[in-house]
């Protein structure tokens, strides 16, 4: 049972990171995922969700209307694009299947049962 994380790397403020996370193992069409970040020091917090369907989702106020978060259950994959990135974006990003089927977003990471290993994404000013 794996996510895997990718895509992750090192970009200068401003720029554009796209993210996957594809599911092995581990369906996740009827589950809300979502994807949090941790900077050195920090608490892991969250960053975006998506609901089973796609239809709803839901940013952390530090990242609407720059991140958008995506998913094709078709692939088991869900993404996470990153626009206009700036330094304070620098952190391990993780994504997360909830616990539950059929949930809707959330934004607690004790709703989420299954963990990638993090892809890093560093931003230079």
């Known amino acids: 049972v794996l996510l895997v994380e990718s895509g992750g790397g090192l970009v200068q403020a401003g720029g554009s990171l796209g993210l996957s996370c594809r599911a092995s193992g581990l369906s996740i069409s009827r589950y809300a995922m979502g994807w949090f970040r941790q900077a050195p020091g920090k608490e892991r917090e969250f960053v975006a969700a998506i609901n089973w369907s796609g239809g709803s989702t839901s940013y952390a106020d530090s990242v609407k209307g720059r991140f958008t978060i995506s998913r094709d259950n078709a692939k088991n994959t869900v993404y996470l694009q990153m626009n206009n990135l700036k330094p304070e974006d620098t952190a391990d990003y993780y994504c997360?299947?909830?616990?539950?089927?059929?949930?809707?977003?959330?934004?607690?990471?004790?709703?989420?049962?299954?963990w990638g290993q993090g892809t890093q994404v560093t931003v230079s000013s």
């Open positions: 997360a299947r909830n616990a539950r089927a059929w949930s809707g977003v959330d934004d607690s990471p004790h709703s989420y049962e299954y």
